[in-house]
């Protein structure tokens, strides 16, 4: 008997004891119900037929009750993401069936239970099948025990953001299996054992007190994540032996260390590696930026060492990652012929100077003067010593030629204005304001600042003194009146300027960013200006051999860059797509913010020649049509891999609704939009400025957009677009993953035709639809992802979930491996392996309300030959869905 139905049900209450009755009760979820409060019963202790007990994401607390102990059949245990209190209890170490235990994100406390110390002999080192211990995020103290390194089969060790103390057990050694060891935010001491096992992927060891020298590992091959920072080590180079990863590892973190001597010259060629950050170091001598550097490298920290001088080998075309190397003496040098490299290479984010905004902005460094290094001319000022910018010196004198005003009060004053001459010799960002008073006088430069503006007069200078003539009345209207006209002269003159540059600047939004012969635009960060003729060359004259499609907006291009053979995605604007310039600007600033792995990234883009083109990554494997239905098609995806693809397009999609700033409806979700990268990682592809998530007062747009199939019924009928809109959308998406069907064909709309077989024949009739390849798909899963999509393709808005809520979904259903997979808590990608495929013998008797399948419908097929299923490095052990 099964409970498994009841996830995300907001459930409400106390688990009632009377559970404890269902005896024969295998498998219960009631995770994510976070109005689920109160202990846990130990009456669940009476529910020995248990395999699977998951509790995740709700509001329980409490001690964990040693009756647990009981369920000596038990498998999967997780009662992670709650308040539980107090230790652990030994008594679940009679647990010997339990591959996975997760009981993170509590508040447990005390040491660890093991056999050797606890009364009863038991404890966490009892389970001989034991995979999984997330023990992490609690306030668990003392030495970590070393018999936990007598697991032959642990693929997980997750113990960060605990208060252990003491040595890295040597025992560690033992696990022959360990993928991922984490053991960041202790307080332990002591060296890295020097035996580990070889085909770790994952060492975080950061902000510990760890001491001694890295010993040499490299007998690990296969690392993808290695944090060593904020330790205690000794002075040491850069440890060479991670050389022996260099095909494998993505992220190398080690700040705030030691380091000492030159940066390895073949360091940024490692191909997989995307972060590498070694900030306050001692590392010395030249950083070399290779012709072949890494495709994969984004940003490249080495802020507060004592880098000397960079070596350039890679062409000036070279994407470069984004390198930040201030606070180094080579930053203490005149660093302008190196922009090429990157804009902000000696940077800094500093609150803006004379400001009360909270704005930030790029600041370049001072020399010892704290003088700007800028090349400005003789004839040209600092615009601001903080910027470094150049700009034009203006010296403005008024003269107010009137009789003397000797019998007005305060002599000094007026003397002063018959002849001011204001020299402004240090600019700054904000406008200098030098105010005169009597006369409101503003004179607005055609270069910007203004820097003479008048004010009304603070004092009564209608009092006039008896005795002046009639002829000094009539001098001192005359000159006012002179004034004035040269006043309303001055304003026509600056109306006029500031009327032309407005047309030109209508005319082209992007003479501002002062685009230079092939860099990046200033404006922008990562999205480089390509000139039209770099296109033309990467494209080969847009030759048709090169395109890679044709959509709304035109057509898209394969373009590979001359010197370096990066390849790229052209996607030129056809006639009737193509946008007003400011309104293409406003998209590239746009697109420009938006970073996310599961996003296609922009590259740069093209404004020249009435052309409009946007250039982004290249994704080698198509898109999710090719796999399913297109070239491709012959080459099936299996289940996991379906799993993973729809986790990473959900993410993507999440991203734009909650974390994009603005935020960015997509609007056409679907299959052929979400593009795979060379790891088959999922990328959402053509999101953009019309697609910004609308006012209240702005919701309504008469022109229906979208792809057929994939539009929601309620946006269709009310023209109202919101972001559950995409939801519906990547519903549809979602059962084209598990039909392998196009949305719409000769049998209908593949919503409305599972929504039928599900009322004539239940789950059982969804293998009616289900793509061949998938036959063999644990029923569980199927069940739980089907009801996903249903969630998602409600009829109305209020029915379906966030793309939030989505994502929470399907990584309760991918399982822990979905933490290690680009765009999630790690970076680390996901390789799974394929399962082990079985055939059910049955569909057991484990439906929700609804989903019972109709008498005489239940599939009979062949066994297996294995009943187990062997899942990938990154889960490991247990069917998070078992039978």
């Known amino acids: 008997m099964s409970c498994r139905y009841l996830v995300r049900r907001d459930l409400a209450g106390e688990i009632p004891p009377e559970i404890g009755s269902l005896s024969a009760l295998q498998n219960l979820d009631l995770s994510f119900n976070s109005g689920l409060v109160g202990e846990v019963p130990a009456e669940l202790g009476s529910l020995t037929s248990l395999v699977y007990l998951s509790l995740q994401q709700c509001g329980l607390s409490g001690m964990i009750p040693p009756s647990l102990g009981k369920l000596v059949n038990m498998k999967f245990f997780a009662l992670n993401n709650n308040r539980f209190t107090g230790e652990i209890p030994s008594a679940l170490g009679a647990l010997v069936n339990l591959t996975w235990f997760d009981v993170a994100s509590n508040r447990l406390s005390g040491p660890l239970p093991v056999s050797t110390s606890s009364a009863d002999g038991l404890g966490l080192d009892?389970?001989?099948?034991?995979?999984?211990?997330?023990?992490?995020?609690n306030n668990f103290s003392g030495f970590i025990p070393p018999e936990l390194g007598n697991a032959p089969n642990l693929l997980h060790m997750l113990l960060e953001v605990n208060s252990f103390s003491g040595p890295i057990p040597v025992t560690f050694g033992n696990l022959s299996k360990l993928v991922i060891l984490s053991l960041h935010y202790n307080k332990l001491t002591g060296p890295i054992p020097s035996t580990l096992n070889p085909g770790l992927h994952q060492i975080r060891v950061s902000n510990n007190q760890l001491s001694g020298t890295l010993p040499d590992l490299s007998a690990l091959n296969q690392l993808e994540y290695v944090d060593f920072s904020n330790n205690?080590?000794?002075?040491?180079?850069?440890?060479?032996?991670?050389n022996s990863s260099s095909s494998t590892l993505q992220t190398i973190r080690f700040e705030n260390g030691s380091l000492t001597g030159p940066l390895p010259v073949d360091i940024l060629h490692y191909p997989a590696l995307e972060g590498l950050y070694l900030q306050r170091n001692q590392l010395n001598g030249s950083l070399t930026i290779p012709e072949n550097i890494g495709k994969a490298l984004r940003y490249?920290?080495?802020?507060?060492?004592?880098?000397?001088?960079?070596?350039?080998?890679?062409p000036n075309t070279t994407v470069l990652p984004e390198i930040q190397l201030e606070d180094n003496p080579l930053c203490n040098k005149d660093t302008s012929g190196l922009v090429e490299v990157s804009p902000t290479l000696c940077s800094a984010e500093v609150e803006s100077i004379g400001s009360n905004s909270s704005a930030t902005k790029w600041i370049s460094p001072l020399d010892s003067n704290n003088s700007c290094q800028s090349p400005c001319t003789n004839s040209w000022l600092t615009l601001n010593p903080y910027d470094c910018n150049c700009g034009v010196p203006l010296i403005v004198t008024l003269e107010f030629r009137a009789l003397t005003s000797s019998n007005i009060d305060d002599d000094a004053l007026w003397e002063s204005l018959r002849n001011q001459t204001v020299i402004v010799d240090q600019l700054t960002e904000d406008f200098i304001k030098t105010s005169f008073t009597y006369q409101k006088v503003t004179y607005a430069s055609p270069f910007k600042p203004e820097i003479v503006i008048g004010i009304e007069p603070s004092r009564d200078i209608g009092r006039v003194v008896s005795g002046i003539s009639k002829a000094v009345i009539i001098g001192i209207a005359v000159g006012a009146g002179a004034l004035l006209?040269?006043?309303?002269?001055?304003?026509l003159v600056v109306l006029r300027l500031k009327r032309r540059a407005e047309e030109e600047r209508k005319k082209n939004p992007f003479a501002s960013w002062q685009k230079a012969e092939a860099g990046e635009a200033p404006s922008l960060k990562g999205a480089r200006w390509f000139t039209f003729d770099d296109i033309k060359s990467m494209t080969n004259n847009f030759d048709d051999d090169n395109t890679l499609g044709v959509g709304g907006y035109g057509k898209v291009y394969k373009g590979v860059m001359a010197g370096t053979g990066a390849v790229l995605a052209v996607k030129r604007a056809q006639e009737g797509s193509k946008q007003g310039a400011q309104e293409f600007k406003n998209e590239i600033e746009l697109l420009s913010r938006v970073h996310h792995n599961n996003l296609v990234g922009l590259v740069g883009f093209c404004y020249e020649k009435a052309e409009q083109m946007l250039v982004y990554e290249y994704m080698p494997n198509g898109s999710l049509t090719d796999w399913l239905r297109g070239g491709k098609s012959d080459q099936p995806l299996d289940w996991d891999r379906r799993l993973l693809i729809a986790l990473g397009a959900a993410r993507g999609v999440a991203y734009l609704h909650e974390n994009a700033n603005p935020p960015i409806i997509h609007r056409d979700v679907k299959a052929c939009n979400i593009l795979l990268d060379k790891s088959m990682n999922a990328k959402v592809a053509d999101f953009g400025l019309s697609m910004l998530v609308p006012d209240e007062h702005d919701k309504r747009n008469h022109t229906i957009k979208g792809t057929t199939g994939y539009l929601d019924p309620e946006y269709y009928a009310t023209s109202i677009m919101t972001p559950k809109s995409d939801v519906y959308s990547f519903g549809v998406v979602l059962l084209e993953l598990v039909t392998g069907k196009p949305p719409v064909s000769r049998d209908g709309h593949i919503v409305n035709q599972l929504k039928n077989t599900l009322n004539r024949a239940g789950l059982t009739g969804v293998f009616e639809l289900l793509d061949p390849v998938l036959v063999d798909t644990p029923v569980q899963d199927l069940d739980t992802f089907v009801k996903i999509a249903l969630e998602c393709v409600g009829d109305t808005s209020i029915e379906r979930p966030s793309m939030h809520e989505v994502v929470k979904q399907l990584e309760a259903l991918v399982g822990p491996k979905s933490y290690f997979m680009p765009g999630g808590d790690n970076t680390v990608s996901a390789k799974p392996e394929k399962r082990k495929q079985r055939l059910l013998v049955k569909v057991p008797n484990e439906f929700p309300d609804g989903f019972e399948p109709a008498s005489g419908q239940v599939s009979q097929a062949s066994a297996s030959a294995s009943s187990q299923q062997s899942f990938s490095k990154y889960s490991g052990g247990f069917d998070p869905s078992p039978r």
């Open 126 to 137: 009892t389970w001989p099948n034991i995979k999984h211990y997330h023990l992490n995020d």
């Open 232 to 242: 205690s080590f000794d002075p040491q180079p850069f440890p060479a032996w991670l």
């Open 300 to 314: 490249v920290s080495l802020q507060s060492n004592n880098i000397l001088s960079i070596v350039q080998t890679a």
């Open 485 to 491: 006209a040269l006043v309303a002269f001055l304003a």
